[in-house]
């Protein structure tokens, strides 16, 4: 069964500064990893996808990277601003069948950048 | 406007009724899903379809019921066997259903129940 965790659950940081959010998953076995943005209350907003194949990707201040062999993923966020205050939430999606093939939820980063 | 819409925003149900969550999108996906968010947890899978006339059962299918007679179109009944069903309900959609490594899911705003 396929894991996914999100350490730390919380995170405050000021204006300006650069952060790393972290995603671990037991089975290196997947399809590809997304990355969402929720802000309260709201449905998710895509972030970045990374194929399996592929070992970064990038969007603006978001660079996601993927190491597949230890099962991480990390999402780097240039000059943080308040506007990108929201839960972070990362999803694998595993070769598999069945439901098994489909996302895995981490539980999510609450990031609060602070002005 | 291409997306995902989902109706009620606010849904309040009261014990041992039926009550049925709208999912339409307009982007063409085959695929569609439901999930279910707790406070502070990721989403868990309650059923998906990846095409029409056919749906499977996920991670917490117990309690709901789904129907997909248009590919449009993935409406979501949670019924008075669900014991816990206050939650944020979210529905999503992806081109492929899971087959690629290219598929990607887009959700809709959400419907949060409250049972009262």
């Known amino acids: 069964k396929q894991e996914v965790t999100q350490i730390p659950a919380a995170l405050s940081v000021p204006e300006g500064e650069n952060l790393v959010l972290n995603c671990s998953f037991t089975?290196?076995?997947?399809?590809?990893l997304q990355w969402f943005r929720q802000d309260p209350g709201k449905g998710l907003t895509s972030l970045l996808l990374?194929?399996?194949?592929?070992r970064e990707q990038t969007s603006g201040r978001l660079n996601a990277s993927l190491d597949k062999s230890s099962g991480r993923s990390t999402l780097y966020i240039a000059a943080s601003q308040p506007g990108d205050s929201a839960t972070y939430l990362c999803?694998?999606?595993?070769?598999?069948?069945?439901?098994?093939?489909?996302?895995?939820f981490g539980s999510g980063t609450q990031l609060t950048v602070l002005p | 406007d291409g997306g995902i819409t989902q109706s009620p925003k606010y849904l309040f149900r009261k014990e041992g009724q039926n009550v049925t969550l709208s999912c339409e999108q307009n982007?063409?996906?085959?695929?569609m899903y439901w999930y279910r968010q707790d406070p502070g947890q990721g989403l868990r899978l309650i059923y998906y379809?990846?095409?029409?006339?056919?749906?499977q059962k996920g991670d917490i299918a117990e309690g709901y019921s789904v129907s997909r007679e248009k590919k449009e179109s993935f409406p979501l009944t949670v019924t008075s066997a669900q014991k816990n069903p206050t939650a944020f309900y979210l529905c999503?959609?992806?081109?492929?259903?899971?087959?690629?490594?290219?598929?990607?899911?887009?959700f809709g705003p959400g419907t949060r129940l409250t049972v009262l």
């Open positions: 999503a959609s992806s081109i492929l259903g899971g087959f690629s490594i290219f598929d990607e899911q887009f």
């Open positions: 999803a694998v999606r595993r070769i598999s069948s069945g439901s098994a093939r489909q996302l895995t």
């Open positions: 089975d290196s076995a997947i399809y590809n």
């Open positions: 379809s990846q095409i029409v006339n056919d749906f």
């Open positions: 990374i194929q399996s194949s592929q």
């Open positions: 982007l063409n996906h085959d695929a």
